[in-house]
């Protein structure tokens, strides 16, 4: 077992969840507005590719829809907040185990019998219940601010 890893996996956001959180308040700040997935990369200095697969992730897990065409784009797909960042999150990270042996690898020589595995989901399930009492509203409600720095 990686516990090094598992800390950080716990405690850090991969880039495909953090991207997918700065496209949500973006469409939460420029709402009822659509934003192009190019526009948002440019605001950020992302790759619109890889934005690109991170705004298919958010229409596919019901957070965004995405219209096509010349007057298309982004839009959130229920008020901000509707939206748990706890839900996001997980729906994000849905494949990333706290730890190797939370996942399909059971290979590790102490998994039958290693005191690790509680601590570690409870401490990821307390991760999660603190994301749940927040909203994208709540991320999003320096709403003048957010807008300033957002629009250049």
């Not at 784009?73 to 990270?93: E, F, H, N, Q």
């Not at 042996?101 to 999660?128: H, M, N, T």
């Given at each position: 077992?990686?516990i090094?890893?598992?800390k950080y996996?716990?405690?850090?956001?991969d880039?495909?969840?953090d991207?997918?959180?700065?496209?949500?308040?973006?469409l939460?700040?420029k709402?009822?507005?659509?934003?192009?997935?190019?526009?948002?990369?440019?605001?950020?200095?992302?790759?619109?590719?890889?934005?690109?697969k991170?705004?298919?992730?958010?229409?596919?897990?019901?957070?965004?829809?995405?219209?096509r065409?010349?007057?298309?784009?982004l839009t959130?797909?229920?008020?901000?907040?509707?939206?748990?960042?706890?839900?996001?999150?997980?729906?994000?990270?849905?494949?990333?185990?706290?730890?190797?042996?939370?996942?399909?690898?059971?290979?590790?020589?102490i998994?039958?019998v290693?005191?690790?595995?509680?601590?570690?989901?409870?401490a990821?399930?307390?991760?999660?219940?603190t994301?749940?009492?927040?909203?994208?509203?709540?991320?999003?409600q320096?709403?003048?601010?957010?807008?300033?720095?957002?629009?250049?």
């Amino acid at each position: 077992m990686r516990i090094v890893n598992a800390k950080y996996h716990l405690m850090q956001l991969d880039k495909f969840t953090d991207y997918a959180l700065r496209v949500l308040i973006t469409l939460a700040i420029k709402a009822p507005a659509r934003v192009p997935t190019s526009e948002i990369a440019g605001i950020f200095g992302l790759s619109e590719n890889h934005l690109s697969k991170v705004a298919t992730h958010l229409v596919r897990e019901g957070f965004v829809i995405s219209e096509r065409g010349r007057t298309g784009g982004l839009t959130l797909a229920r008020p901000s907040g509707d939206i748990t960042l706890g839900a996001v999150v997980r729906a994000m990270k849905r494949d990333a185990p706290v730890a190797q042996c939370f996942g399909p690898d059971k290979s590790c020589l102490i998994f039958p019998v290693c005191g690790l595995r509680i601590p570690l989901a409870q401490a990821q399930e307390a991760f999660f219940a603190t994301l749940d009492r927040y909203t994208l509203a709540d991320a999003a409600q320096e709403r003048s601010a957010l807008g300033h720095l957002l629009n250049g």
